[in-house]
């Protein structure tokens, strides 16, 4: 299987302004002068993490949607970050997979955060996707889901010896009070479910005035952090992914032959 290049973009958020987020994603997208595969965007990339679902909610032919779809084509890679959804009357915190051909894949976000009152404003999502990019299994997620291992588990099929994903991305708002738990669960999620991890997180001080740090990783199947992006800085890196060395990994250490099986209701 090939390798794989990930560009994590850690950025400040201009508050609940959907125009000059996507300007400012155009710019630092513009300087990505490496071959990349995948670009990956925080929680909430055109608003911050906002409650305000009636003004700045989009559907899928709205603005956001149409950018990635632009963004995807000329930069010949997937684009991927959550965005405020309304979808029948109810509102998600939808990761949107944006490929170069313009078609897409929508994860709605699944544990919401009670201690901001997001499960006010927004329908929790029902569905764990896996989606296959490049003889990869990406398997998206967004920001407090990170705190969920069962949600996050990496399923082991014992009767072909495989697993249903081989990275976990998480895309985020985390605030910097709580960043070592954001830094450590990124470490333990690659290692217990023998994948790589990414988060992406923004940085700045929101609406809110909740501070963010970023603390962006991408994390390898043994735990080690081979991103370079600094807390605190805006950042745009690509990170190159060996599948070669992820797969030497589960076939030294074959974890998943002796791994328990959970029910998700």
């Known amino acids: 299987m090939q390798d794989i290049n990930i560009t994590i973009i850690q950025s400040d958020l201009f508050w609940e302004d959907i125009d000059k987020n996507l300007n400012n994603f155009s710019e630092k997208i513009s300087s990505v002068n490496r071959i990349t595969d995948i670009i990956i965007l925080p929680e909430m990339f055109t608003t911050g993490f906002s409650m305000n679902t009636g003004k700045h909610a989009e559907d899928i032919n709205g603005k956001t949607i149409r ?4 963004t995807a084509k000329n930069k010949n890679c997937v684009v991927t970050g959550s965005m405020i959804l309304k979808k029948n009357d109810s509102y998600y915190n939808s990761l949107i997979w944006m490929t170069p051909e313009g078609k897409f894949e929508r994860y709605d976000k ?7 009152h997001e499960h006010e404003y927004y329908k929790a999502g029902t569905q764990k996707i896996i989606i296959s990019y490049k003889g990869w299994k990406f398997c998206p997620m967004i920001c407090y ?7 996050s588990r990496n399923k082991f099929s014992k009767s072909s010896g495989g697993y249903e994903y081989d990275c976990l991305i998480y895309v985020a708002n985390w605030p910097v009070y709580r960043i070592n738990a954001w830094k450590s669960l990124l470490i333990a999620r690659a290692i217990e479910n023998q994948s790589y991890a990414i988060g992406v997180n923004r940085i700045g001080t929101d609406g809110k005035n909740a501070v963010y740090s970023g603390d962006s990783m991408v994390v390898d199947v043994t735990g080690i952090v081979l991103s370079k992006t600094r807390p605190d800085e805006e950042s745009v890196e690509t990170i190159n992914l060996s599948f070669d060395k992820l797969q030497k990994n589960r076939e030294s250490f074959p974890f998943g032959v002796d791994s328990d099986e959970y029910k998700i209701v």
Do not use: K, Q
């Open 67 to 70: 950018w990635m779809s632009e």
């Open 110 to 116: 699944r544990h919401l955060f009670r201690m901001a």
């Open 145 to 151: 889901d990170l705190r969920f291992p069962v949600w």
